[in-house]
Nanobody, 115 residues
Framework: QVQLVESGGGLVQAGGSLSLSCAAS????????MGWYRQAPGKQRELVAA???????NYADSVKGRFTISRDNTKITVYLQMNSLKPEDTAVYYC?????????WGQGTQVTVSS
């Protein structure tokens, strides 16, 4: 079992910045890729960014150049730095960790960007 605890998020004006972090505990030796997803009201959950244990990253086109994902393998923590935020970035952001064929999720943290 893997537990994910997120922190960060909140309310920010358009153009501002926020950072999220997600710390994993439990069977952390088995964790592979980690990432962030988001879900806006009435929309499906979508990938924001992901990072492998080796540090290879993948971003949604909508956040490329604005968001940066990073990972500390000693702390088994993943971070998401969000810059130049837009109102359309408003959503609940979920941390994700992949363990072989299983996905683990954090509880979600709200990010609200006002115009």
């Amino acid at each position: 079992q893997v537990q994910l605890v997120e922190s960060g998020g909140g309310l920010v004006q358009a153009g501002g910045s926020l950072s999220l972090s997600c710390a994993a505990s439990g069977s952390i030796f088995s964790i592979g890729a980690m990432g962030w997803y988001r879900q806006a009201p009435g929309k499906q959950r979508e990938l924001v960014a992901a990072i492998t244990r080796a540090g290879t990253t993948n971003y949604a086109d909508s956040v490329k150049g604005r968001f940066t994902i990073s990972r500390d393998n000693t702390k088994i923590t993943v971070y998401l730095q969000m810059n130049s935020l837009k109102p359309e970035d408003t959503a609940v952001y979920y941390c994700n960790a992949k363990v072989i064929l299983k996905d683990y999720w954090g509880q979600g943290t709200q990010v609200t960007v006002s115009s």
